[in-house]
């Protein structure tokens, strides 16, 4: 499959798009727009942004195309062995999984605009890009000059959904080496921030998480920044890259730059935990529709507990700091979903319905933050155990082994297995309580910050602080 993407009309934020498919020998052929994006589990319907939808043969000679349904369409290729489509996509907004156009800058997710054919999504991709300008790009896919056109070639469809690309004149790259492997932070867009410092606090997360796994999958990794006119806060994880959207808002400087550190460590921690270490329902992942899986509060919880868990034992978050980020989570979970009628599996099925919204009142936990709570628990029953000699550090290093590194999935029970194979003992009284469960958390949580010696105490309002034991 090859994609063309000219930026003609940048003031109608249109992006025209043209799809090939050559050596096609039947006489029909479905083509399937994505309707969702991994790591929002959601339905997006990108369909709604397309238009001026044509197909072709290879002589350039309009043949019929059939729509079946919102997102798919039947092409008849009898007398064709090429298939052309052309279409435009509107971008129109800036978000971590969006795409963009304008006069300065244009960002392609290609998951939003890029059709397939569910039986050749396993062949090499490339995607072309109008380019005379010559504008710089950020994307984890290698790119190539070549005239007016930009060549970025992917192994296959996943690859080309799983790499987004930022364009523009005023892209700036700084880039710092862990492991050997070089890591590369793009941004877009206006930010003050010391580029040595950044490099110095990014460099010290990266090793931290580096060494909790003993490798990085991959061989490079990109950053990417978009800095919008207005606050906004959003990332998206990518096997090598990270798309990152952060408007600066009434907040000082300072607090900003914590805030693309917290972002960065968590997308980066993703790298492992769930684009290798990926859940069996989600391996490959069907665009078409929902790909129900119970387990994001391994995928969302575990990773939100180590993004912030790695800035503090590297020595880039003060214990205050540290404490601070703890005190929000305790305060979004308790103060907003305890109780809850759902349990945290349950919740993970129900990103689908309405994971990205505030929902009803006292319905659903979040699989970041109970999650991460729930992350946080094990970790301290582990390390207790054996005092200090083996924590959750453990259950990842085992389930990137088993499952990441060979890139096959896992279900809930594995996951289970594993934490009981490190823990050596039954661990059942924990997942009932804590995952399977809609019982309160806070005595389980307060059990193991008694270790060391914070606790959080709950007013009659329902109102959370984190307190150190002493004020007790
Ligand atoms: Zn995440």
């Not at 060549?151 to 690309?165: E, M, Q, T, Y």
């Not at 703890?326 to 979970?333: C, G, M, V």
Request: glycine content about 6%.
């Amino acid at each position: 499959m090859i994609y063309y993407f000219f930026s003609l009309n940048p003031e109608k934020h249109l992006i025209q798009v043209e799809f090939r498919l050559g050596n096609i020998t039947e006489n029909q052929l479905k083509v399937q727009f994505p309707a969702w994006r991994p790591g929002r589990y959601q339905l997006q319907h990108f369909a709604k942004n397309i238009k001026d939808f044509h197909a072709y043969d290879q002589d350039g000679n309009s043949i019929s195309i059939q729509k079946y349904k919102k997102d798919g369409w039947i092409a008849n290729t009898e007398h064709t062995q090429t298939l052309i489509i052309r279409y435009s996509y509107y971008a129109s907004e800036i978000n971590a999984g969006s795409s963009f156009l304008n006069a300065d800058l244009l960002y392609i997710n290609p998951v939003n605009l890029c059709l397939y054919v569910e039986e050749r999504m396993n062949e090499p991709c490339e995607l072309i890009i109008h380019n005379p300008e010559k504008k710089k790009i950020a994307c984890g896919l290698g790119s190539l000059q070549s005239e007016d056109n930009l060549i970025l070639k992917a192994r296959d469809f996943h690859h080309v959904a799983d790499s987004p690309l930022v364009m523009s004149h005023y892209l700036e790259t700084i880039t710092y080496h862990a492991d050997n492997i070089p890591f590369h932070f793009h941004i877009h867009g206006n930010m003050d921030f010391d580029n040595e410092r950044l490099i110095h606090d990014f460099r010290l997360f990266t090793e931290n998480q580096i060494r909790i796994f003993g490798g990085f999958p991959e061989k490079d990794y990109h950053f990417i920044l978009i800095v919008p006119q207005h606050p906004y806060y959003h990332g998206v994880e990518h096997r090598n890259s990270t798309m990152m959207v952060l408007g600066p808002d009434s907040s000082e400087p300072e607090e900003i730059y914590q805030e693309i550190l917290g972002l960065a460590s968590h997308e980066l921690f993703h790298t492992w935990n769930i684009c290798k270490i990926r859940p069996a329902e989600l391996l490959p992942y069907d665009y078409s529709k929902e790909n129900y899986f119970a387990t994001c509060f391994i995928a969302e919880g575990v990773t939100t507990y180590y993004g912030d868990k790695a800035l503090f034992d590297s020595g880039v978050f003060t214990q205050e700091q540290y404490y601070k980020e703890l005190e929000t989570r305790y305060k979004r979970h308790f103060e907003e979903s305890d109780p809850a009628s759902q349990s945290l599996l349950e919740s993970s099925y129900d990103l689908w319905l309405d994971g990205y919204e505030k929902g009803i009142p006292n319905r659903k936990v979040s699989v970041y933050h109970k999650g991460a709570i729930a992350a946080q628990i094990l970790d301290g029953m582990i390390r207790k155990k054996f005092n200090g000699k083996k924590s959750l550090d453990d259950v990842m290093r085992i389930m990137w082994e088993r499952f990441g590194r060979p890139f096959k999935g896992y279900l809930y029970k594995d996951y289970q297995d594993i934490c009981e194979e490190v823990f050596e003992g039954s661990l059942s009284a924990y997942f009932k309580k804590i995952i399977e469960s809609n019982e309160s958390v806070l005595h389980d949580l307060n059990g193991q910050l008694k270790e060391i010696q914070l606790y959080v105490e709950r007013d009659a309002y329902g109102m959370v602080k984190l307190k150190s034991l002493s004020e007790q």
